[in-house]
């Protein structure tokens, strides 16, 4: 199937075609100095009355006159619903996934969203988990899958983006470790402004899911889809613009195996496109589910090939 045609049929599984983008209707509530760079939290509109908070790190001497790539942090799940955004930030959580800071201090305007579910987009009367089941189960009998909204949330966080005056609009990326990554192939195939893409750990296929009874996060799971295709063919869906991706050889979360079949699988959509060079892989021996010092490496290496050259 070819890849306008897949897509197509992507989209149908999703849920359909998004809405027209509403008013982001920003708000910057309050302003952080932080060393090297500012904080701002913010929220913006993704749909009426459905506002998402988020951290934007804007590096020193950065502003209107002197601009700087951008890019958008998708944070992991882990069963912390509790911790999105603050993540990333630096303000919480893991500091191996204090990756908004490290790369705001490389000169980059960095924003960290929460995603439905977590941290400030959390429910009064249903917590956590339970919460999260119930939100992938409202869009599904509607006709649509978290996915779709997940997509939705993440192409107004780029509109966003591209609105502040200290962003080279034709310079964004985005990166996420764990959800975050799927996150990263899911958005990547339906927004062309990400020229520069990176996911960590996380490219589990339904082969796998289905051989080791694996159960992942929800926006992994796109009805009908797997009549299609798989999740590597989704991630081709990416190409021509630039993909990487890093892997642990023991990530239970995604069954090397099956990786390895699926990076094939995305070699061969890049190379059809005429694109081989965009797309790289690295998988760790003897690592688990972790951002290791050569994985973010390789990340601040992609970012920088293709956001500051």
Known sequence: MEANELREKLLECLGDSWPEPCDLQPEICKIIPKDGYRMEYITYQVEPGDRVPAYVLIPDGIDAVNTAPAVAIWHQHNGQWGLGKSEPAGLAGNP???????????????????????????????????????????????????????????????????????VKADKIGCYGHSMGSTHTWLVGTWEPRLICLVGN??????????????????????????????????????????????????????????????????????????????????????????????????????FAKHLKS
């Open 96 to 166: 191996m996934h204090h990756t908004g800071v490290a790369l705001a201090k490389e000169g980059y305007v960095v924003l960290c969203p929460d995603a439905l579910c977590f941290e400030e987009r959390q429910n009064e009367h249903l917590a956590g988990g339970n919460f999260e089941r119930f939100e992938f189960l409202r869009y599904v009998v509607s006709g649509k899958c978290m996915a779709w909204k997940n997509i939705l949330d993440m192409r107004r966080a780029i509109d966003y983006i591209c609105s502040r005056q200290e």
């Open 201 to 302: 750990c996380c490219l589990p296929t339904y082969s796998a899911i289905h051989r080791t009874h694996l159960l992942h996060c929800l926006p992994n799971f796109i009805p009908g889809w797997y009549q299609y295709g798989d999740t590597p063919d989704i991630a081709g869906l990416i190409a021509p613009r630039a993909l990487h991706l890093n892997f642990g050889q023991n990530d239970e979360g995604s069954p090397i195996p099956e990786v390895r079949e699926g990076v094939k699988i995305i070699e061969k959509a890049y190379k059809k496109a005429g694109a081989s060079d965009k797309f790289s892989y690295y998988i760790e021996e003897g690592s688990g589910h972790v951002l290791s010092e050569k994985m973010w490496k390789l990340t601040r290496n992609w």
